[in-house]
């Protein structure tokens, strides 16, 4: 089994901050999207239910949706 940890940080710092495609961050890391696992991706970094901001730091709403800090401070739980 090989370590998949590498790919998951590179993904994680394309995606960060930004509102890119899976696709695109896997395009501009060099990693096949094949060989990502939506679950293991979650653990990593989430995509904002509200504004399609990724982050490492997202809260949960009432229906356990991540939602970045901005949108959390506006629409709050």
Wanted: proline share 3%.
């Amino acid at each position: 089994m090989t370590d998949t940890n590498p790919t998951y940080r590179r993904l994680t710092k394309q995606l960060t901050g930004t509102r890119k495609t899976l696709t695109q961050a896997c395009v501009d890391a060099g990693v096949d999207i094949e060989d990502v696992d939506d679950y293991l991706l979650e653990q990593w970094c989430k995509e904002c239910s509200h504004c399609g901001i990724w982050g490492t730091d997202h809260k949960t709403d009432l229906d356990d949706f991540p939602v970045c800090r901005i949108c959390f401070g506006l629409v709050g739980r």
